[in-house]
């Protein structure tokens, strides 16, 4: 039982390149999500899924795009990186509609863009 | 105005120390609660659930004072595996989470 899974573990882009992040569980779990955390910001929520073919917008949506092809998976696309898109990314998951529900982490992606 | 605020800290407390951390939330519509433990470099792990009542575990006790809207975290009896950054972290609704900036703890021999 790996948990949460993220692939790569580090990325250097150069402006204007574009990227997927892949996250991976074997929980089962609904619910999935990609955060991203920089200095003094704490964890930020930038897209999340409560199900495979859906996806919403979180608290800092733009310049990303995601995908829940599969129940298990959950894509983060970089369209076209800015170095403003530096910083630490984990995806989470988490099952549906129990309170206090945990979020399980994977172990991030550090991604650097020049 | 943040919706989750911490003290960044740093606490540096000796071994065998009692420490404790709290955290503010703007939104009283927030319904459940959490500290989560951050390693450096890694990523954040549950640590507790903070229920309405109060709650235990072993050294660590978790507090929620919905009235005045903040939640406090108690570490008895600091090991210096105690070392990390603790995350408070808020859930709004449905999937809208929160997470402070964490703060800071060095346990010192």
């Known amino acids: 039982n790996a948990g949460v899974t993220q692939t790569p573990k580090f990325r250097v882009l150069k402006t204007g390149q574009s990227m997927t992040l892949l996250c991976a569980q074997d929980m089962n779990h609904e619910y999935m999500y990609w955060y991203r955390q920089d200095p003094g910001m704490g964890l930020r929520l930038i897209h999340y899924s409560v199900g495979e073919g859906t996806t919403a917008k979180g608290e800092v949506p733009d310049g990303y795009n995601v995908s829940r092809l599969k129940k298990q998976n959950f894509l983060l696309g970089l369209e076209s990186a800015a170095p403003s898109q530096t910083s630490v990314y984990f995806c989470a998951s988490s099952h549906r509609g129990i309170p206090y529900n945990e979020q399980f982490f994977g172990p991030g992606t550090r991604l650097t863009v020049l | 105005r943040k919706e989750v605020e911490q003290d960044p800290g740093p606490f540096n407390v000796p071994e065998g120390a009692t420490v404790a951390f709290n955290c503010t939330y703007s939104n009283s519509a927030s319904q459940s609660f959490f500290w989560y433990r951050q390693d450096c470099r890694k990523e954040p792990k549950l640590l507790m659930s903070v229920y309405s009542s109060g709650n235990e575990d072993g050294r660590f006790t978790a507090q929620l004072n919905r009235a005045s809207q903040y939640i406090s975290l108690l570490i008895r009896d600091s090991k210096l595996s105690d070392s990390a950054t603790y995350l408070c972290?808020?859930?709004?609704?449905?999937?809208?989470?929160?997470f402070g900036t964490g703060t800071s703890l060095t346990v010192i021999p």
């Open positions: 972290v808020v859930n709004l609704s449905g999937n809208q989470f929160y």
